[in-house]
Nanobody, 123 residues
């Protein structure tokens, strides 16, 4: 599956953004989808994932971010509310058909990646 992330931008602390991840392929509905982010000088880190209807989040975004998907549109979303400067980074969507539960937070659990979209939060 091919992925294309969009929706990033420059916002102020406390603002909201919704990222989109558009996927190609008829089997997208069966894929596990995740969002990762990478801040300057840091490693790429897990943000959120959705697998078989269950959602998973990094602790720092719980209650602020919501991952969802619309299989009819072959698109996944990351709604981000109450953004802060620590949320700044390039956000990548990832997907895989075979990600097991123990790997949903692991970069190595995903073989398809989008190109990334920049999110910058000014304080």
């Amino acid at each position: 599956v091919q992925l294309q992330a969009s929706g990033g931008g420059l916002v102020q602390a406390g603002d909201s953004l919704r990222l989109s991840c558009a996927a190609s392929g008829r089997t997208f509905r069966s894929y596990v989808v995740a969002w990762f982010r990478q801040a300057p000088g840091k490693e790429r880190e897990f943000v959120a994932a959705i697998r078989q209807g269950h959602t998973y989040y990094q602790d720092s975004v719980k209650g602020r971010f919501t991952i969802s998907r619309d299989n009819a549109k072959n698109t996944a979303y990351l709604q981000m509310n109450n953004l802060n400067s620590e949320d700044t980074g390039v956000y990548y969507c990832a997907a895989d058909a075979t990600t097991i539960l123990s790997s949903v937070r692991d970069i190595r659990g995903y073989r398809s990646w989008g190109q990334g979209t920049q999110v910058t939060v000014s304080s």
